[in-house]
């Protein structure tokens, strides 16, 4: 093979594919490179500094709009947490929470037994000086009256010769004193008998279920269920929409890049588009070679 063919046929084709290569490589390398803005005598040097540290304001700014409207959308969000991988378990558990013993329940989440006894007990207080003032102020006395009055009226309508006999007075003083007792004794024993009470039921309910608790009040598991996992696909979508409104996501992305050196911003995007950026050098090399070989024709 001489020279002639050599330089005819062969090296516009290898002169292409280089001339192609290191074209696309010097492009990819200005992404980058350089760094900083370079000055000859004040003058900026062309092209410096690299596109993307150039305009890294820009690119933050950009990749926090798209973040924010196109990647981290209350929709997207919402509907992660709502698949049936997230939601059945945490419904599961909570179900299970339900079906287990109210006392061993409150023992755990009070941290001892104990614990769960002062709440117990406290609770029980609560409960019996609430029902206390509540009886208190329902004023026996005067209910005792007019309810026990109207009950004897009742009772001795029928009869010609009790009525002549009992007067509206004499039901009246007696309704009246038997209020009064009743008021003595309600202040005098009523806290204690309405704390015995009390005591005795809050106790049996600790050895009750709450799912059994609820199935006495005509709720049965299923419904339960359903209920639950209404209430946590309504408390996910107000707790993203709410955490979204506090969150500005497009500040939050532009501010993490802007605050990147330009070397991690570099190895970031080399992270994620390396094969890519030598795929479109490796395509300047073969460009050139088609282009060097078309020459020879031409």
């Known amino acids: 093979m001489d020279w002639n063919t050599i330089l005819h ?3 516009p084709p290898v002169v ?5 290569y290191f074209t696309n490589l010097i492009a990819v390398k200005m992404l980058f490179f350089p760094h900083e803005e370079k000055r000859i005598f004040g003058h900026r040097v062309p092209f410096t500094p690299g596109a993307i540290p150039k305009g890294k304001a820009r690119l933050a700014k950009s990749a926090g709009k798209i973040v924010q409207n196109e990647l981290f959308t209350r929709e997207d969000i919402s509907s992660k947490l709502l698949t049936e991988e997230v939601e059945q378990p945490l419904i ?15 023992a755990i ?12 007990e406290s609770f029980t207080e609560l409960l019996t000086f609430k029902i206390a003032q509540a009886i208190r102020m329902m004023d026996i006395p005067a209910v005792i009256r007019e309810e026990g009055g109207r009950m004897i009226h009742e009772q001795i309508q029928d009869s010609r010769l009790l009525r002549l ?22 202040d005098a024993r009523g806290t204690e008998m309405i704390n015995e ?5 809050i106790h049996d309910l600790g050895d009750r279920t709450p ?3 609820l199935e006495q009040a005509g709720y049965d598991p299923e419904f339960v269920r359903r209920k639950m996992t209404e209430a946590y696909r309504e408390s996910v979508v107000n707790a993203v929409n709410s955490a ?38 490796s395509l300047g090399a073969l460009i050139g070679l088609v282009i060097g070989c078309i020459n020879i024709f031409v």
């Not at 003083?173 to 007792?181: A, C, D, I, L, N």
């Open 197 to 201: 009470i009390t005591t005795s039921r």
């Open 211 to 213: 799912l059994h608790v």
């Open 109 to 120: 989440l009070t941290g001892s037994a104990a614990k769960y006894d002062k709440l117990e």
């Open 16 to 20: 292409g594919a280089v001339i192609g």
């Open 165 to 186: 006999v009992v007067s509206d007075h004499i039901v009246d003083r007696v309704m009246t004193t038997v209020g009064e007792k009743m008021e003595e004794f309600i």
């Open 244 to 281: 979204l409104r506090r969150i500005d996501v497009a500040s939050v992305v532009e501010d993490k890049i802007n605050s990147m050196s330009v070397e991690d911003l570099e190895k970031g995007v080399l992270l994620v588009m390396k094969n890519e950026l030598d795929m479109i050098v």
């Open 9 to 11: 046929f062969i090296l």
């Open 92 to 106: 599961d558990r909570a179900m299970g929470i339900l079906d287990e013993n109210i006392r061993d329940t409150g």
